[in-house]
């Protein structure tokens, strides 16, 4: 069973911080280093002093994070909201030349437990990203983004919660975005309503859209907790819930972009060798104009298994020619698994073409933005790039059904939830 609840927030206060637009910033892993020195520029209380804090070594950077986040507190730069409410967030972006709008709720969940949970992740996750939000969670004791969750909403409680509560309202923040996405949110206070979300989603399955580490540490603190000599656990204690945003499937307000990837290689790469070997597995087409590469590979993504590459100025589409291939080379995952078009470039191109060790490959790295890796190519011989066709929503419920889980940077969902619109502060007991 799923158990959400309401909580009292941490928001930053509008009488000391007057323009939201300085001091919010994306979620930290998407946040570039040259991103990273903007936003540390753009605000002395800009949210990233926190969330992703920089001028000390080791675990200084965590006991300094720690120290500005009381330090806000006290001097009221953040102040917590006196009742427990559930927080209405819209987000209204643009994508690809369509208006859409994206609709959910942040409130706390439950962590799952030996016990069975109605909460999937899809992906796996990497140790040092863990251990680095785990010490930040110690020293800070605090919720300070919420993870994403995407749930099918049976019962449409979102829509029924903002057509009959939000709509001709004001909401109580309202910012815009460095990607011009609006941000608006709303606090739902009222006992009734507060109680007949929270036994709406009772019955709903939780899937872990984005935030699998933060989610995984959350856990890993609510087990330190536990295990605490002299506790005496209820399991309804503050650190057995983390702050959630919760949104449906609704395909018109949902995105999920590619995650396409860069590879730089020790030594030059033969691409007339690499074809010839990818002609054993796919067949390839080579497509001179870079729109229609696109084009083509969007389209194809709705009906076959299709991979890009970019390499000495040239596309080629790499189609596969059989999934029984899948059978045979990822034989030990399930077939939820093989399906996938990053496991097909990891077994069948990485592995098996280029023999990649698939526990440490070669400097790569992970982007939506396909132009910036076609510049970086043409830029220097050693890269490579593979482009993909977005994961399908229906994939990563059925892969996180399956009790399995994706390769690390599968899916980019869009927009980001902003970090600095509320905080979860956990009761501090040492």
């Known amino acids: 069973m799923t158990k959400i609840k309401a909580f009292k927030a941490v928001v930053y206060n509008p009488a000391k911080v007057d323009d939201l637009e300085k001091v919010v910033c994306p979620p930290y892993d998407v946040i570039s280093p040259s991103a990273q020195e903007v936003y540390h520029d753009r605000s002395p209380y800009n949210f990233i002093h926190i969330d992703l804090s920089k001028g000390s070594a080791g675990d200084e950077k965590y006991h300094k994070a720690a120290e500005i986040f009381r330090s806000w507190l006290k001097d009221k730069v953040l102040v917590q909201d006196e009742c427990p409410s559930i927080y209405f967030y819209s987000q209204q972006y643009i994508i690809r030349g369509e208006k859409k709008t994206r609709l959910g709720f942040i409130s706390l969940l439950r962590l799952g437990d030996d016990k069975g949970s109605a909460v999937f992740g899809h992906e796996n996750t990497h140790v040092e990203a863990k251990q680095d939000r785990f010490k930040l969670l110690k020293q800070v004791k605090a919720n300070l983004s919420p993870i994403f969750v995407i749930f099918l909403d049976k019962k449409r409680v979102i829509q029924r919660v903002f057509q009959k509560y939000i709509w001709d309202k004001d909401p109580f923040i309202e910012v815009v975005d460095d990607k011009k996405t609006l941000h608006r949110l709303w606090r739902l206070n009222d006992p009734a ?238």
């Open 193 to 430: 309503v507060l109680k007949m979300v929270e036994e709406s989603m009772e019955n709903e399955n939780m899937f872990i859209a984005d935030g699998h580490h933060r989610y995984e540490v959350s856990c890993a603190y609510r087990d330190m907790m536990r295990d605490k000599p002299g506790t005496q656990f209820s399991g309804e204690e503050d650190f057995n819930y983390c702050m959630s945003y919760f949104t449906n499937t609704d395909p018109r307000g949902l995105s999920i972009s590619p995650i396409h990837r860069l590879f730089k290689l020790e030594k030059d790469l033969d691409l007339q060798e690499f074809l010839l070997r990818a002609k054993e597995y796919f067949d390839v087409d080579q497509v001179r104009d870079k729109t229609r590469f696109f084009f083509l590979m969007e389209k194809a993504g709705c009906t076959e298994h299709l991979l890009g590459v970019y390499k000495e100025g040239k596309f080629f589409l790499l189609r596969l020619k059989n999934v029984k291939i899948l059978d045979k080379l990822i034989a030990d995952k399930p077939k939820e698994y093989r399906m996938l078009d990053v496991a097909i470039l990891n077994y069948l191109v990485l592995k098996n073409i280029l023999n990649f060790n698939l526990d440490k490959l070669p400097e790569v790295r992970y982007e939506p933005d396909a132009e910036e890796f076609i510049n970086e190519v043409d830029a220097d011989h050693r890269k490579i790039a593979f482009f993909l066709n977005p994961v399908k929503i229906e994939q990563i419920i059925s892969v996180a059904l399956a009790a399995s889980k994706m390769p690390p940077k599968s899916t980019y969902f869009y927009p980001k939830v902003l970090s600095g619109l509320t905080v979860n502060k956990l009761e501090d007991k040492g």
